[in-house]
Each structure stands twice: as structure tokens, then as C-alpha cells.
């Protein structure tokens, strides 16, 4: 049973417009999102997360949308870069503190120049 | 900055053979992770430890078990290795708290003959 879904496996986008990568997910009681990204051969690094109790975070060019009610949540980037291109992980987070994380499948961004 | 260092990118084994996997950390985490990828899968949690000694099964511990003698230092372990072990293999440590981010090592790409 997937708990968090990214139902895109790819997106391109043209160099300066807006990237918008979906999320969705079962579980009412994760407490976190987060968005990692990765490039090929080397470690998915965090970009920015969301705590359920707010709608919006945003930091610089990213920011993260979280609509509970519809248990989805979205990282927009804008401007996107050529330097975004890569694959973009979902995570929720339940309430332990194991922080233990729960990760979608993924979404391979392709920024075109 | 939080390093998380895997002993090995690339490894290459025959099936049957007992693998290790190395993972050092140098932010004094208490909680620490192994996961492997693959494609349209996402991020599959193997197994985690929230302190020395302490494990916790993960989504997919068959065929896996780990080690935590020292609280910088968690390895993984295939005890017969299998072809459907061939994967990428990442470790994290981190996430405790509040929206902590969980920080990965760059990965190592095992393969299974």
C-alpha cells in the first residue's frame, strides 16, 4: 500500500517557466513533508519541507504548497534552471521520532535550455 | 555540514556471498537508515536504528540485517546475496525532531552475479 505517491514519473519544462512536481498521500496523520532532490550517483539532498500545521513554505525559488483537506502537496520552482534537472523524492513523516520517512516513487524533472 | 559517508560507490558480487555495507556518519545522530532505490520504486526503507544497539525492521528487511556496534557507524549486511539484491544501496542518519531532515551518503550501486 503506497502511502506517498508521486503519479508523474517525468516532466520537462522550458528554462525559465515554472516546474510544478505533485504529491499525494493516504495517511491524515504524517506530521512532515519533505522534498529531496538527486542527481544521478550521488545522494538525494533535502530542499525544503512543510509542517502539516501550515499551508505554504517557501525559500528562494522553491516553494511547497500543502492542501490537507485533498492530502496533496506540490513543490513549485521557479525559475526553473537547467541545473534543476533531476529526480525529485516526496517524503511525509510520521508523529514518532524516529524520523522514519515515507518516500513517494519519484519524478525525473528535465529543464530545457 | 552533515557527512554521511558509504565505504563503497561501485561493488560487485557473486550470488551467495555474504555483503557488507558500510555507513559512517560525523554529526553524532542518534537515528540512522538504509534504504535501496530503484526505478519507479522510490526510496524503500530497509531497516533503521534510533540508537546503538537498537534496531527496527524497515518495509523490506528480507534477506537484510544490520549492525550498530558504535553510534557513528551502521552497516548493512546481505546474508546470502540474492540477483534481486542488485540495487542502489543509501544510508542516512538524522531526522530526529521536529521537520529534521534526514541526510544521505552518496550511495553504492551494488551488483549480484
Known amino acids: 500500500d503506497q502511502q506517498v505517491k508521486q503519479n508523474s514519473p517525468s516532466l520537462s519544462v522550458q528554462e525559465g517557466r515554472i516546474s510544478i512536481l505533485n504529491c499525494d498521500y493516504t495517511n491524515s496523520m504524517f506530521d512532515y513533508f519533505l522534498w529531496y532532490k538527486k542527481y544521478p550517483a550521488e545522494g538525494p539532498t533535502f530542499l525544503i519541507s512543510i509542517s502539516s500545521i501550515k499551508d505554504k513554505n517557501e525559500d528562494g525559488r522553491f516553494t511547497v504548497f500543502l492542501n490537507k483537506s485533498a492530502k496533496h502537496l506540490s513543490l513549485h520552482i521557479v525559475p526553473s534552471q537547467p541545473g534543476d534537472s533531476a529526480v525529485y523524492f516526496c517524503?511525509?513523516?510520521?508523529?514518532?521520532?524516529?524520523?522514519?520517512?515515507?518516500f513517494g516513487q519519484g519524478t525525473t524533472l528535465q529543464v530545457k535550455p | 555540514d552533515v557527512k554521511v559517508t558509504q565505504s563503497s560507490r561501485y561493488l560487485v558480487k557473486r550470488t551467495g556471498e555474504k555483503v557488507f555495507l558500510e555507513c559512517v556518519q560525523d554529526m553524532d545522530h542518534e537515528n540512522m537508515f538504509w534504504y535501496r532505490q530503484d526505478p519507479g520504486l522510490g526510496l524503500r526503507l530497509i531497516y533503521f536504528?534510533?540508537?546503538?544497539?537498537?534496531?527496527e525492521k524497515g518495509d523490506i528487511p528480507e534477506g537484510y540485517s544490520v549492525s550498530r556496534e558504535k553510534k557513528e557507524r551502521f552497516s548493512l549486511i546481505l546474508e546470502s546475496a540474492s540477483t534481486n539484491q542488485t540495487s542502489m544501496y543509501l544510508c542516512a542518519s538524522g531526522g530526529y525532531g521536529e521537520g529534521q531532515p534526514q541526510h544521505f551518503g552518496d550511495g553504492t550501486r551494488l551488483s549480484i552475479l
Open positions: 536504528s534510533y540508537d546503538v544497539k537498537m534496531k
Open positions: 517524503a511525509a513523516k510520521g508523529s514518532s521520532n524516529t524520523g522514519k520517512l515515507i
